[in-house]
């Protein structure tokens, strides 16, 4: 997968970032980028992106177990299958946050 590259200027989630649930070993590295004053969290879904009735809004979307109620600059990553990723973030005046996913494999 190219890596995926999303930016959030104001408060609000990203789209989410489907992910290849069958490539094996299942490895995506990720980092958030801070700009200004923000908080973010990166959330992940079981739910199937590309089901007809994918809602992102009413998806069960759960916290990264790091990457939670963050304000600085981080990276982390997902060794376990996860079905899509977004970036959820409260922008506090100007700022941005960048999220910047990459998912080995083919």
């Known amino acids: 997968m190219r890596e995926v590259t999303q930016v959030l200027t104001e408060t609000g989630v990203t789209d989410p970032v489907p992910m290849d649930q069958y490539i094996s070993p299942f490895n995506v590295g990720l980092c958030v ?3 200004g004053t923000v908080s973010y969290t990166v959330q992940h879904t079981f739910d199937d992106p590309f089901a007809s009735d994918f809602d992102p809004a009413t998806a069960t979307w ?3 177990t790091d990457l939670a109620s963050q304000a600085t600059s981080e990276d982390g990553n997902y060794a376990f299958p996860v079905r899509a990723i977004r970036l959820n973030s409260t922008i506090t005046g100007e700022g941005s946050t ?3 996913i990459a998912q080995a494999g083919i």
């Open 33 to 35: 980028i801070v700009d």
């Open 62 to 64: 759960f916290n990264h």
């Open 98 to 100: 960048t999220i910047k």
